[in-house]
């Protein structure tokens, strides 16, 4: 399985920005499909899932209200909607993907994901 992220970029402080994952290859189970992000210097921070199967969500505290998670199961694809950024929300944002057969509630540290896809890059000036 291949994760393939895009839409980072350059914007300024206040603005909207959406992130999109695609998930491709062969799975033999459904998936549950995250966004960490690292600053340089930083570690890997977790910042929201959804499990594509029951459509549930976990979202950290940290964003909570200001990002938000969606996913296509049937694409295998999620998007994180990112408003009202800050200059502290500049990172490489990473997607991830853990296969599950069975409906996932809680946080899921780093280390289970399965699958990594490449890291974008967001930057938010002031």
């Known amino acids: 399985v291949q994760l393939q992220a895009s839409g980072g970029g350059l914007v300024q402080a206040g603005a909207s920005l959406s992130l999109s994952c695609v998930a491709s290859g062969r799975a033999d189970s459904d998936f549950v499909m995250g966004w960490f992000r690292q600053a340089p210097g930083k570690e890997r921070k977790f910042l929201a899932y959804?499990?594509?199967?029951?459509?549930?969500?976990y979202i950290a505290d940290s964003v909570e209200g200001r990002f938000t998670i969606t996913g296509n199961n049937g694409r295998s694809t999620v998007a994180l909607q990112m408003n009202s950024l800050k200059p502290d929300d500049t990172a490489a944002y990473y997607c991830?993907?853990?296969?599950?057969?069975?409906?996932?509630?809680?946080?899921?540290?780093?280390?289970?994901?399965?699958?990594w896809g490449q890291g974008t890059l967001v930057t938010v000036s002031s």
């Open positions: 959804i499990d594509l199967s029951s459509g549930s969500t």
């Open positions: 991830a993907a853990k296969g599950t057969d069975l409906p996932w509630t809680g946080y899921i540290p780093p280390e289970d994901y399965d699958y």
